[in-house]
T-cell receptor, first 110, second 115 residues
């Protein structure tokens, strides 16, 4: 069974702080990794995708990938209350389907 | 506006009834997917289709059926054989790439409830 593991949280951070969300995966041949944000009752929306080892930055978001450790993370700088949501890590294994973690709930407090 | 539409937003099913969830996209994407999400759970793949007139079972296909007669449309039927259908159903689409790496985009979802 190919697993994607996330801490369910909730992760609580004060406004303006850095939120760090982590994800581990079991399939060593995985090549593509995605972070989605899901507000309560809504569908997931893509935040970041990352394919190569290292960091990828987009605005306040940075995705980090370490294939040797099978670890992918998402950093959110200057966290805002509007960032409060569940963050889903998804991994593209062999084939075409995404394998999702159960998500980490983030709460940004004013 | 390009995007993915799902209808209805809410759907109620009676015992023994088949119901069909609609998914349409105008993004010119080749691949389409159906996921199911239960409270506190990640998304689980039901069916996916890479091209018209072809589709494959995902991890939890039992009790569901699909068709892909048009590139834009990928309807999902929840049959009476699905004994626990209450969930949030999400349709997604992506550009098909042989080497993978497709980014999937999601529709707004359909919430199915059993009466």
């Amino acid at each position: 069974q190919k697993e994607v593991e996330q801490n369910s949280g909730p992760l609580s951070v004060p406004e303006g702080a850095i939120a760090s969300l982590n994800c581990t995966y079991s399939d060593r041949v995985s090549q593509s990794f995605f972070w989605y944000r899901q507000y309560s009752g809504k569908s997931p929306e893509l935040i970041m995708s990352i394919y190569s080892n290292g960091d990828k930055e987009d605005g306040r978001f940075t995705a980090q990938l370490n294939k040797a450790s099978q670890y992918v993370s998402l950093l959110i700088r200057d966290s805002q209350p509007s960032d409060s949501a569940t963050y889903l890590c998804a991994v593209l294994n062999s084939g075409y389907a995404l394998n999702f973690g159960k998500g980490t709930s983030l709460l940004v407090t004013p | 506006d390009g995007g993915i539409t799902q209808s209805p937003k809410y759907l109620f099913r009676k015992e023994g009834q088949n119901v069909t969830l609609s998914c349409e996209q105008n993004l010119n994407h080749d691949a389409m997917y159906w996921y199911r999400q239960d409270p506190g759970q990640g998304l689980r793949l039901i069916y996916y289709s890479q091209i018209v007139n072809d589709f494959q079972k995902g991890d939890i296909a039992e009790g569901y059926s699909v068709s892909r007669e048009k590139k834009e449309s990928f309807p999902l039927t929840v049959t009476s054989a699905q004994k626990n259908p209450t969930a949030f159903y999400l349709c997604a689409s992506s550009i098909r790439r042989l080497a993978g790496g497709q980014t999937q985009y999601f529709g707004p979802g359909t919430r199915l409830l059993v009466l």
